[in-house]
Every structure is written in C-alpha cells, then in structure tokens.
C-alpha cells in the first residue's frame, strides 16, 4: 500500500511539474506592438514579467507587462492579470508612452514545449496625445526547460 501511495505522489508530482515552466520566448501580434518578439518569465510560482519589443512600418514599441497567473482546472489551461507600460518611437507622432491593463488566457501542450495565450486590456496613451485605447495580443511561445 504505500508503494502504492508513493507512486501516485511520484506521477502527480511529475505531472505537476511538467505544466510549470520558467521562461518561454516567441512571437505576439498586436497592439501596442503589432509583430513583436515576447518572453515571458516566472519570478515565482505565480507571478510573472512579460516582454515585448517590435512594431510596424511606422516604428517601434517597447512593452514591459507584470502579470499575476492562477491555474484552471483544465491542466495546462490558466488565466493571468495583469499591468505594465510601454514607450515606443514613431515616425508620424514622435515618441508614444502609455501604461496598459491586461487579462489573459494561457496553454501550454503537455507534449510539446509552446504555449499560446490570448490577452486584451485597456490601454491609456500619455504621449503624444492623452488617449484611450483597448490593446491585446495572440502569443506563441516556446517553452525553454
């Protein structure tokens, strides 16, 4: 019997394990940043910074996000919030400088190190204009162990 025990706290405690990651890198379209280069890494078990850095024809954006995640009760499924600002220089308006407000969703493929995660939020420009926007993203990343 508590071979047995051990077993199950062995498989659970592997299976556990194979949904957390620190650190994933990748691709994340749209605004502020439109096509950006995204990571994302886990200071702890629940808290996490994400950053991006790309934008379009007309300039760049750099966006700097603190997120609070939470698992649900689908394994690798789990939901995050979060805040963060952004600056960026563009070629019509000079410099852009906003703070931004984010949820989000998040997957992460058991068998396959790449996580996907779908977030939105309101976005407050300061610069060059006082302005109010709704920004949000599609996120691929892979997932470094």
């Given amino acids: 019997m508590k071979l047995f025990y051990l077993t199950l706290v062995l498989v659970f405690s592997q299976a556990a394990q194979a949904q957390i990651y620190q650190t994933s890198i990748g691709l994340k379209g749209g605004f502020p940043g439109y096509g950006s280069l995204n990571a994302k890494h886990f200071l702890s078990k629940n808290i996490a910074i994400e950053g991006s850095i ?5 300039g760049i954006i750099l966006q700097g996000l603190y997120e609070i995640n939470a698992p649900l009760n689908t394994p690798g499924l789990s939901w995050y919030y979060g805040a963060g600002a952004y600056i960026g220089s563009y070629s019509n ?18 068998d396959f190190p790449l996580n996907i995660a779908l977030d939105s939020g309101p976005a407050l420009n300061f610069i060059p204009t006082t302005k109010f926007n709704w920004s949000g993203g599609l996120a691929a990343r892979y997932i470094l162990k």
């Fill in 54 to 58: 790309g934008g379009n024809q007309n």
């Fill in 93 to 110: 308006s000079g410099m852009l400088l906003g703070v931004t407000g984010v949820l989000g969703i998040e997957y992460r493929f058991e």
